[in-house]
């Protein structure tokens, strides 16, 4: 083979070897970079998920402190509310006494003011858990003369 034949062969090969070369580096910089980016985005989404677990815990604490807000608020209403019950019983036990004593005094009642004080008596013994003090006047009251 002549030497002019050889020097291009040797160049060629040379520049082919290095070209494949040069073609295998940048494959191995393209999957490198392929790679990190994946790491990158997965790191990410990591990222995500934990700010997103910081808020669920966020949020769950606040959900607890407006529960007990909401269960200390209940328990005062509720106080209240027995209170005002309570009171309401109170009342109608007294009403209810004086306007019996007050019929059988005068030893007869109306149709209308029985019915009344019958349903003050219902109201007071079971719509508000009176304990049958009243029982005994009302009996007397519904026994007395129709006016």
Do not use: C
């Amino acid at each position: 083979m002549s030497e002019i034949v050889k020097s291009f062969l040797l160049f060629l090969f040379g520049a082919g070897g290095l070209a494949l070369i040069n073609v295998l580096q940048e494959r191995w910089k393209f999957r490198a970079q392929r790679k990190a980016e994946k790491e990158d985005r997965k790191e990410e989404k990591e990222d995500q998920l934990k700010k997103i677990q910081e808020q669920l815990e966020e949020i769950k604490e606040q959900q607890k402190k407006d529960n007990q807000e909401l269960t200390a608020r209940m328990e005062e209403l509720e106080k209240q509310n027995k209170a005002l019950k309570d009171g309401m019983k109170y009342v109608l036990l007294d009403r209810i006494l004086y306007l019996g004593h007050s019929y059988i005094t005068d030893g007869q009642v109306s149709f209308d003011n029985r019915k009344r004080l019958g349903d003050m008596h219902n109201v007071y013994h079971n719509g508000l858990g009176g304990n049958g003090d009243a029982d005994v006047v009302i009996h007397d009251v519904y026994e007395l003369p129709l006016v």
